[in-house]
C-alpha cells in the first residue's frame, strides 16, 4: 500500500483541529472545532478555557476526522501533533490524545512546529520550491523565515514587539470588534479610504525587523483624543488607515528581503495570511519588483490554525526520520 496516511493534531490555541492527510499534500479531511465563543466575551483567548474545551472536543474530533477520511486506525501509517509554540495546557491535549494514539496503534509519533505547520498549509496550492521565503504573520507572530531546504527555517525577520495580529486585535477594542478582530476590521478597512497617516515603524531601517506596538498606540491616542473634545471618526477611514500601514510595512519589509535573499517563492502564512488587503498588495507589489518569484498564498480556510498544515509539516519530518517518542513534551515557547 503506497498510501501514506497521517493522523495530525493542533490544539495550541482556540482551534481544537485533527485531520487525516495523504501522502503529505492531500486533505481526506480536515475537522476545526473552534472556541471563539467561548472567549469572545474576555477579549481574547482565556488559557483555562481553552484547556477544558480542547479536553471537551478531542475525542469527537479524532472520530469526526477518521469517519470523514473513510479510515480506521489500522489504517494510518504516522501520528503528527504541534507541540508548541503556544498555550501550555491547550498543546498538552493534542500531545497527550497523539501519544496515546501512537502507543495503542504502535504508530510512529511526529512532533511539529505550530508555525513549520502554517508555512506547510502553502503545500495544499502547489509543491514549495526552495530556496523559498515566508511571510509569518499570526496573532503571536511576525516573522521572516528563509527556507533553504524543506524543513529548514532560519528567521531573518521578527517584530520587536507585538504581532501584526496581535495589534488587529487590540485595536479592535477600541472600535468595538469583538475578538479576534482581523477579519472584520479587514472588512472595514475596504470601506474607508487612509486618511489618518499613521507611523509606518522601521521602514527606513536597514534590518529585517517589524514594530507595531507604536502603531497601535498611535491609533489608540487619536480615538482617545477625539472622544475628549467630543469628536466621533469614521471607524471605516480608522480601519483603512491602520491597515494600509500594517500592510505597506510587511510589503516593504518583504521586498527588501527579497533583495538580500533570492528565492524561487514567497509563501504567505499564519492567520493575517487572510487579510484581503495584505494578499492584493503583495500580488501587485511582486508583479512589479519581482515578477519571477512565485507567490503561494493558501486558501483563506487553511490560513488559520487547523490539523491539516500539521500534517502536511508532518509528511516532511517522516521523510527525515525526525520522530519523537513516549517522553514528547508541550514547549509553550518552542522556536524555529
Ligand atoms: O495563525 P492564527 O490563526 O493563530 C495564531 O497562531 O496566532 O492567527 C490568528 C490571528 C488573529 O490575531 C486574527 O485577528 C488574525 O489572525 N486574522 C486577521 C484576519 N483573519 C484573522 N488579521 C487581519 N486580517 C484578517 N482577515
Ligand atoms: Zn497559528
Redo the contacts with the bound molecule.
Keep these: 500500500d503506497k498510501r501514506e496516511l497521517i493522523l495530525a493534531f493542533e490544539s495550541?490555541?482556540d482551534e481544537t483541529s485533527v485531520a487525516v492527510i495523504e501522502n503529505g499534500d492531500r486533505i481526506l479531511s480536515n475537522i476545526i472545532a473552534t472556541q471563539i465563543n467561548s472567549h469572545q466575551r474576555f477579549g481574547g483567548v482565556v488559557p483555562e478555557v481553552a484547556s477544558r474545551h480542547h479536553v471537551e472536543q478531542i475525542t469527537l474530533v479524532i472520530d469526526a476526522a477518521l469517519k470523514e477520511a473513510d479510515v480506521t486506525y489500522d489504517d494510518l501509517t504516522a501520528v503528527a501533533v504541534t507541540y508548541g509554540p503556544g498555550l501550555v495546557g491547550a498543546l498538552l491535549i493534542g500531545v497527550s490524545a497523539a501519544k496515546a494514539i501512537a502507543y495503542a496503534h504502535h504508530l510512529p509519533l511526529i512532533p511539529v512546529n505550530?508555525m513549520a505547520g502554517?508555512i506547510y498549509a502553502a503545500r495544499f496550492v502547489k509543491p514549495l520550491e526552495f530556496p523559498l521565503l515566508a511571510l509569518l504573520v499570526?496573532?503571536?507572530h511576525t516573522e521572516l523565515v528563509y527556507m533553504a531546504a524543506a524543513g529548514e527555517y532560519e528567521i531573518i525577520g521578527e517584530t520587536r514587539d507585538d504581532a501584526a495580529?496581535?495589534a488587529?486585535?487590540k485595536i479592535g477594542r477600541v472600535l468595538g470588534v469583538p475578538y479576534?478582530?482581523?477579519?472584520e476590521?479587514?472588512r472595514l478597512a475596504h470601506l474607508g479610504q487612509d486618511t489618518f497617516d499613521f507611523p509606518r515603524a522601521m521602514v527606513k531601517e536597514d534590518n529585517l525587523d517589524f514594530s507595531f506596538s507604536g502603531l497601535k498606540s498611535a491609533f489608540i491616542n487619536t480615538v482617545h483624543h477625539a472622544d475628549q473634545i467630543g469628536e466621533t471618526l469614521n471607524r471605516e477611514d480608522l480601519a483603512a488607515s491602520f491597515q494600509a500601514a500594517v500592510v505597506d510595512t510587511l510589503v516593504q519589509k518583504t521586498v527588501k528581503a527579497l533583495e538580500q535573499y533570492p528565492v524561487k517563492q514567497l509563501v504567505l502564512a499564519?492567520?493575517?495570511a487572510?487579510?484581503?488587503g495584505l494578499r492584493e498588495a503583495l500580488t501587485n507589489q511582486l508583479a512589479i519588483s519581482s515578477p519571477d518569484i512565485d507567490l503561494v498564498m493558501p486558501p483563506i480556510r487553511l490560513t488559520?490554525?487547523n490539523g491539516a498544515m500539521v500534517g502536511a509539516a508532518a509528511h516532511v519530518e517522516l521523510m527525515k526520520h525526525h520522530l519523537a517518542d513516549q517522553t514528547l513534551n508541550a514547549e509553550p515557547g518552542l522556536a524555529f
Design positions: 495550541s490555541c505550530h502554517h499570526s496573532g503571536g495580529g496581535e488587529y486585535d479576534p478582530a482581523g477579519k476590521i479587514d499564519g492567520g493575517v487572510a487579510n484581503q488559520g490554525d
